[in-house]
């Protein structure tokens, strides 16, 4: 499934099988999840060169019949400083797969063995393409919490439905926040184990210690900032926001502070993916054929399914 340019409808193309590089894996693609990354390169909101085939959460298999998982860190330098201290998610030359790389909404994929992550035993393949970056840049963003013992989620799609389980399971209590009469999401998060979910606008029952924003919007910041305890921290772990509307100082002071986070690290991944059925993380995933990956994208963007999409050749 070509994607010529933005805004431009994904496309079925035949191609022949790629070749891989050296050092690369020619994968058979078993499934691929979708991810909010990919509308933000479907509309255009981050620079890519088309033509280029989405997808970045890959689960293929090789010709001798291993399973690996390709994410979204498809290549670094090595070299640069970030790569040097152990911050290659930083790498100032990094590829990435379904970006800078043809990704997995496709029936082949190459990709670099370096930066393929081993599948937990245990997950069907369907079950275990959104670990690959709803589960590790959520992992990630989680990371950044510390030990806060309330956590907020600010939007409950699939990343969101995976980190909520890791936090639970580490004892932490979690508000979910949805948009308003988002019933579905809200009795998903309850259903994960949740104390409490509502719309982004209502407070959580008590000051939140740490902050998760995934929804794209920038409102979101000052409101969970208005849900944060002094000390408490709101993590951004989306790749693309709309504007950050003005706030009053009051509500950043007190120590509280707002970051990003950015990409992954391969040990990121490998430390996710071990940790991911000793939870264990269960996935809630709605499946799209590969032709139909537009809708799939589609009912993303409109909130169509609870938990995360994933396309399958
Ligand atoms: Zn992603
Ligand atoms: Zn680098």
Same mark, same amino acid.
């Given at each position: ?27 058979? *693609? ?10 933000? =390169?479907?509309?255009?909101?981050? /620079?890519?060169?088309? @033509?280029?085939? =989405?997808?970045?959460?890959? *689960? ?65 393949? =369907? ?29 409950? %799609? ?9 936090? $639970?399971?580490?004892?932490?209590? $979690? ?5 308003? %009469?988002?019933?579905?999401?809200q009795a998903l998060a309850r259903e994960l184990g949740a104390e409490w979910a509502g719309a982004s606008e209502e407070l959580p029952p008590e000051p939140l210690e740490a902050a998760?924003?995934?929804?794209? /919007?920038?409102?979101? $910041? ?6 944060? /305890? ?14 950050? @509307? ?33 939870? @264990?993380?269960?996935?809630? *995933? ?11 994208? %589609? ?6 399914? /609870?938990?995360?999409?994933? $396309?399958?050749?």
């Amino acid at each position: 499934m070509m994607l010529d340019a933005p805004g431009r409808p994904l496309r079925l193309v035949e191609r022949d099988v790629p070749e891989p590089g050296p050092g690369q894996l020619l994968l058979e *693609v078993r499934a691929c999840g979708v991810c909010r990354t990919d509308l933000h =390169l479907l509309d255009g909101e981050l /620079a890519f060169t088309a @033509p280029r085939v =989405l997808g970045h959460q890959i *689960v293929g298999v090789t010709g001798d019949g291993r399973r690996v998982g390709v994410p979204w860190l498809g290549w670094t330098c090595g070299e640069c400083a970030y790569c040097r201290s152990g911050r290659e998610n930083l790498c100032v030359r990094a590829r990435f797969t379904g970006r800078d790389i043809d990704g997995g909404f496709a029936d082949h994929a190459v990709a670099d063995e370096r930066f393929c992550l081993p599948i937990p035993d245990g997950y069907p393949d =369907l079950q275990a393409a959104p670990l690959l970056c709803a589960g590790l840049i959520g992992f990630r963003a989680l990371r950044m919490c510390g030990d806060a013992a309330r956590l907020g989620l600010y939007g409950f %799609g699939a990343a969101a439905h995976i980190i909520c389980q890791v936090a $639970v399971a580490e004892g932490r209590r $979690v508000s979910a926040f949805t948009r308003a %009469g988002d019933a579905a999401a809200q009795a998903l998060a309850r259903e994960l184990g949740a104390e409490w979910a509502g719309a982004s606008e209502e407070l959580p029952p008590e000051p939140l210690e740490a902050a998760i924003v995934f929804a794209p /919007a920038g409102p979101l $910041v000052p409101a969970a900032l208005r849900a944060l /305890a002094p000390g408490g921290t709101v993590v951004c772990a989306g790749i693309h926001m709309s504007d950050i @509307p003005s706030f009053p100082y009051e509500l950043l002071w007190g120590e509280r502070s707002v970051r990003s986070v950015a990409n992954l690290t391969r040990a990121d991944g490998t430390a996710f993916l071990e940790l991911a059925p000793r939870v @264990p993380v269960r996935t809630h *995933v709605t499946e799209y054929a590969l032709p139909d990956a537009e809708r799939a994208l %589609g009912d993303l963007r409109a909130g169509r399914f /609870a938990g995360a999409a994933v $396309v399958v050749p």
